[in-house]
């Protein structure tokens, strides 16, 4: 129940559609009502020539109606028929065309709602929290499970409105016709008959599909997960020969998600059967019972057509009635699945008191700084100063602590213990757009956009000058090669630049570091995807980039950071080493020895 609460909050602000659009349904469901009441002057007045009964109970209005009908001959009451049917089912047409398009477009809507506050809430999570989630079932509840609750709108909330208000109108036209044309009481309590022995299996078996549903919904997730990593890693696929086996495993999955979509179909298809199966049990007793007092001249024919027809016609909003419970129980399941991500903890939040600070002036200081992801410490006592335009190299081996000692600094993620300061500021308390927007960086794995060449470099900023473009493609040393592309800087390079080598997309990584012009550079393994031409020019344009600029590098190449002010060697998350590259070498500890061990396997590729 709190699920679907918190979900009508999200139908809160389009509730003007829904009323505007429940006037349409009152509207459509008094026209059913007022058809089903010219049965009586067609059958008793038209083709029975007879006089329609009028019961002491009958209104004053209706009383006055009925006389001018008996009043009219057969035929011109025929011609006023035929014009009246005409108009009625005409105001129908519209009325049912305009409370569709409007529920249609409240569901739209709401699911568009619903899905700017999903992606809202991605992009402010922070980056443990996709280590731990499969992007594949991201996607699948902003598209799948959002569409299950948009169906739930258009389809279930429409039905709940409308069939009410049309089994309203029949229930209307089932006493009026009762008492004032003296049909038995024992029909209407026949109405009390079928409500219950609908709703008793209906709301068992929406339970349980509650259950299934939620079933499926995770299975559609694994689909698109398994979709996502095969299409991004069809590379990979092809080369290890693993396409049988990727195809299988699809195959498997899929035909699980078949095996809980044919138990939701199984339920939901035998709730309308079973409700229109209960309704002409009733009406064929309602049939055995009204027609004998017709036959037997104590009832109007035209009375007892009318009140069966409103039952018949009862049994048609009953049937969908039953079948809104199970559609909301599906979505249920969805909006449980989509309130467990917008309710997702946001490790790395904006303080409130969030402060701009300007482009660094002094230092960027790590104090006491310690950081586990989960157990183990990857980083230990991290007391760390760099200097304004210092250019800092960090080097160990894998699993060091290098890269995540870097976004510590961009605040993908906060110090267990301790504080990262720039000017003195805790970077906690900073506004994140004044921090990120003067860190440049590129990383080892590189991503590009689906877009083109222009895009990618001139990330965030669309409508820049070319000139600004092709400058930093120039330093990247990326110019020559892109303008070798079909249509220069407005190719689309495809998926993570599919279309483009590694050392083409490590440049233009570099080249989109390089047009944000920030003052801080984060370089982590910039060069490693480069030829040994290639990384020399860019080596050279990174050299001028430093001129006024703090940097940190993280190479595994410790050739391409000799020149570093200062060094640092990362060791089981300490600082074992620090100092420049001659200090290092004469020191003859770890520094010395990878560089060593890197000459010496230099030398021999030469050979």
């Known amino acids: 129940m709190a699920a679907y609460l918190r979900l009508l909050k999200y139908v809160k602000p389009h509730m003007g559609t829904l009323a505007l659009a ?6 459509t469901s008094i026209l059913d009502g007022a058809s089903l009441g010219m049965i009586v002057p067609v059958v008793d007045k038209i083709l029975g020539s007879k006089q329609i009964p009028i019961s002491p109970k009958v209104p004053l209005f209706l009383k006055a109606l009925i006389d001018r009908i008996n009043g009219t001959s057969p035929q011109e009451l025929l011609n006023g028929l035929v014009i009246f049917i005409v108009v009625v089912f005409l105001l129908k047409a519209f009325s049912q065309f305009f409370q569709s398009f409007l529920m249609n477009k409240a569901s739209y809507s709401v699911v568009r709602d619903l899905r700017d506050a999903l992606y809202d809430k991605l992009l402010k999570l922070s980056l443990d929290f996709y280590g731990k989630s499969k992007s594949g079932e991201l996607v699948s509840r902003i598209t799948y499970d959002t569409t299950v609750v948009r169906d739930s709108i258009s389809e279930g909330l429409t039905d709940l409105i409308y069939q009410s208000l049309q089994a309203a109108a029949y229930v209307v036209v089932l006493l009026a016709s009762a008492v004032f044309f003296s049909i038995p009481l024992r029909l209407i309590l026949l109405i009390f008959v079928i409500l219950p ?26 689909l ?16 290890f020969g693993m396409e049988n086996y990727e195809c299988a495993k699809f195959k498997g999955q899929n035909y699980g998600f078949y ?67 199970t559609i909301n129980q599906q979505a249920l399941a969805a909006a449980d699945r989509i309130f467990a991500l917008l309710d997702e903890n946001e490790v790395i939040k904006e303080s409130a008191g969030a402060r ?63 504080a990262v300061k720039i000017d003195g500021v805790d970077i906690k308390d900073a506004a994140f757009a004044s921090l990120r927007e003067q ?7 590189t991503f590009l956009f689906n877009d083109t060449v222009k895009a990618n470099i001139s990330y965030g900023n669309p409508s820049v000058s070319m000139e600004r473009v092709t400058s930093a493609a120039r330093l990247a040393n990326a110019h020559d090669f892109i303008m070798r592309l079909p249509k220069g800087y407005d190719t689309i390079i495809g998926d993570r630049g599919f279309r483009l080598s590694g050392g083409e997309r490590q440049r233009l990584a570099i080249a989109r570091a390089l047009f944000k012009n920030a003052p801080i550079l984060i370089l982590d393994e910039a060069t490693s995807q480069l030829d040994s031409e290639s990384e020399q020019s860019v080596q050279q344009a990174i050299e001028r980039l430093m001129e ?15 020149h570093a002010t200062k060094i640092i060697v990362l060791d089981k998350g300490k600082i074992s080493e620090e100092g420049s590259h001659d200090a290092l070498m004469r020191q003859g500890g770890l520094y010395c020895r990878y560089y060593t061990l890197q000459f010496k396997e230099t030398e021999q590729t030469r050979r």
Request: include cysteine.
């Open 22 to 27: 429940s006037l349409f349904m009152l509207l």
């Open 197 to 222: 022995t609908v709703a008793v299996p209906v709301v068992k078996i929406g339970q349980k599909l509650r259950k299934i549903s939620k079933d499926g919904q995770e299975k559609m997730a694994d």
């Open 224 to 239: 698109n997960t398994t979709l996502y990593e095969t299409i991004s890693g069809a590379q990979v696929v092809k080369a």
């Open 259 to 325: 095996k809980v979509m044919m138990k939701t179909a199984k339920r939901m298809i035998g709730v309308s059967p079973f409700t229109e199966f209960v309704g002409i049990v009733c009406a064929a007793v309602v049939i055995w019972i009204g027609g004998r007092q017709v036959v037997a001249a104590n009832l109007s024919a035209g009375a007892f057509i009318t009140f069966l027809a409103a039952l018949l016609c009862l049994i048609r909003p009953l049937k969908r009635l039953s079948s809104v419970h």
């Open 356 to 418: 701009h600070i300007g482009p660094l002036k002094e230092e960027i200081r790590f104090e006491g700084v310690r950081f586990r992801y989960d157990k183990d410490y990857i980083l230990e006592d991290i007391n760390l100063t760099v200097n304004r335009s210092e250019v800092l190299a960090i080097v160990g081996p894998s699993g060091a602590g290098k890269t995540t000692l870097v976004n510590l600094l961009v605040r993908f993620y906060d110090p267990t213990q301790g």
């Open 439 to 445: 860190i440049g960086m590129v990383t080892q794995d």
């Open 548 to 562: 006024g600029r703090t940097v940190f590098v993280i190479a595994h190449r410790l050739s391409t950071i000799r």
